[in-house]
């Protein structure tokens, strides 16, 4: 059966459509929207088309930007729970089936878990360091001599020298520089950076939106 169209329906744009779902909590929408169009569609040659669609859309994640809709207030916002939100089941993640599919995941799952991925940032650094002692040596040596820096400020009273203590934070910043270069913490970080990066996307493009507003479970009587 075919269905005329309604002269009367409003013809919404996509992007003031996926704004109203993310504000009401139902983004996942368009994400199962996308899944279930894929599927329902036929591939253009069987399964050699359908895996050449999806290895597009994988590679579409060097393309885009993960970190477009990131702001700062998704740091303040609440930690998602690491068991039922941020890992979850098996069932909660899926092979993207096109690139618009992953951009949508990737920058809304960003948004959703950036403190679970600050966290693992973290957790990767301090590995790395723990890998690496001369530069978690020289990681402590640059924040002591921080430390001092700012106690010897109180403790003498430089603010009321301002040249003299621009002086010493210039002097301080070159010392942090070399301690930084020869301690080889930048190679940590680049490693750490590179680890966590790989881990943010792979994560986000596979991980299905999940209901922002879950359902809550009835009391029993």
Not at 156 to 170: A, D, M, N, V
Not at 174 to 181: D, G, R, Y
Request: with cysteine.
């Amino acid at each position: 059966m075919v269905f005329s169209s309604n002269p009367l329906a409003l013809s919404v744009p996509e992007p003031a459509f996926e704004s109203w779902l993310r504000d009401t909590g139902y983004l996942e929408i368009l994400d199962h929207r996308t899944s279930a169009s894929s599927a329902a569609s036929p591939a253009p040659s069987s399964a050699a088309g359908s895996l050449f669609s999806r290895l597009l859309a994988f590679f579409s994640l060097f393309t885009l930007n993960p970190f477009a809709k990131l702001t700062a207030d998704d740091f303040a916002a609440d930690t998602p729970s690491w068991s039922r939100s941020f890992f979850a089941f098996s069932n909660s993640y899926s092979f993207p089936s096109s690139s618009s599919q992953v951009r949508l995941r990737v920058q809304e799952n960003i948004k959703r878990y950036a403190r679970n991925y600050a966290y693992l940032f973290i957790l990767f650094f301090a590995c790395t360091l723990y890998k690496m002692p001369v530069a978690l040596v020289g990681l402590i040596l640059c924040l002591a001599l921080w430390d001092f820096f700012k106690f010897c400020s109180h403790r003498w009273g430089l603010e009321q020298y301002p040249l003299t203590r621009q002086c010493l934070i210039r002097l301080a910043q070159c010392a942090t520089a070399v301690i930084l270069i020869f301690s080889n913490v930048q190679m940590a970080l680049f490693c750490a950076i590179c680890v966590s990066y790989a881990g943010v996307i792979l994560h986000a493009a596979f991980r299905k939106l999940s209901p922002v507003k879950q359902p809550s479970v009835g009391r029993s009587r």
